[in-house]
C-alpha cells in the first residue's frame, strides 16, 4: 500500500474511464464512481486489484452521495485502502441547445451534476485532502473561448472556477 488513492468520478465511460486505467495501471489505488451497473462491469473487466468501483453513485442523488462518501471516509480511517491524495471531477457531460430550446430538467440535472454534487463531495473530502495536501482537479470545458450552444457546460465550468477563486 505505498502509493495513494484517488478518488474518479464518471468513471464508467470516455475520460473518467481513461484516467482510471491510467492511474491504476501507475499502481494508485483508485476509487471509480459509475452511476449504472454497466459501467461497474465494464471497470471490473479490467481485473485490475488497484480500481474500486464506487456503485450506485447517482451525483444528483444527495443521499447516496453521502452514503458513498461515509462508506469511503471509513474504508480510508480503518487504513482499508491508503490515504487520499485527490479528487478528480469528471462526471458530466452537457446537453447541447441554444438557449431559447433547453430543457430545463437537463439543465439543472447538469448543474447537480456538475456543481452542487461536487460541492457537497468537497465537503465530505477536503478534510482528507488537507491532510495529504491533496489535490482537487475539475475537467471542465475551457469557458474562456465559450461556444455556441452549450450554455449549460460553460455555466457549470465557470462556476467551479468561480468557486476556486472563492476556496
Ligand atoms: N469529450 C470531450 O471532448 C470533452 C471536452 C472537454 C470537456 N469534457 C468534459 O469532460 C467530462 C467527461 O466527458 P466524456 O466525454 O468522458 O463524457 P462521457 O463519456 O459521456 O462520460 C460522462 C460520465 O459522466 C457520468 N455521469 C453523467 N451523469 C451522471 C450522474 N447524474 N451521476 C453520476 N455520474 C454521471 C456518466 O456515468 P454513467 O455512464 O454511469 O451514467 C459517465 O461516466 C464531461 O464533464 C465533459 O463536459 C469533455
Partial sequence: M??????????????????????S??????????????????LEDLESNFIYPVFPLD???KNQVKERATEIINKIIKG???????VIFVAGGGHIAPVELMNLEHFKEELDVR?????????????????????IIWIATPGLFPVPFVADIHACDNCCILLKKGE
Avoid: C, W
Avoid at 118 to 135: A, E, S
Fill in 59 to 61: 451525483l444528483t442523488d
Fill in 80 to 86: 482499508e485502502i491508503p490515504p487520499l491524495e485527490a
Fill in 2 to 23: 505505498d502509493k495513494r488513492t484517488i478518488l474518479v468520478t464518471g468513471a464508467s465511460s470516455g475520460i473518467g474511464f481513461a484516467i482510471v486505467s491510467y492511474l
Fill in 25 to 42: 495501471n501507475l499502481g494508485y489505488t483508485v476509487l471509480a464512481t459509475t452511476r449504472q451497473l454497466s459501467g461497474k462491469n465494464r
Fill in 115 to 135: 456543481l452542487l454534487s461536487t460541492v457537497q463531495m468537497l465537503q465530505h473530502f477536503i478534510p482528507l485532502l488537507r491532510k495529504t495536501k491533496g489535490k
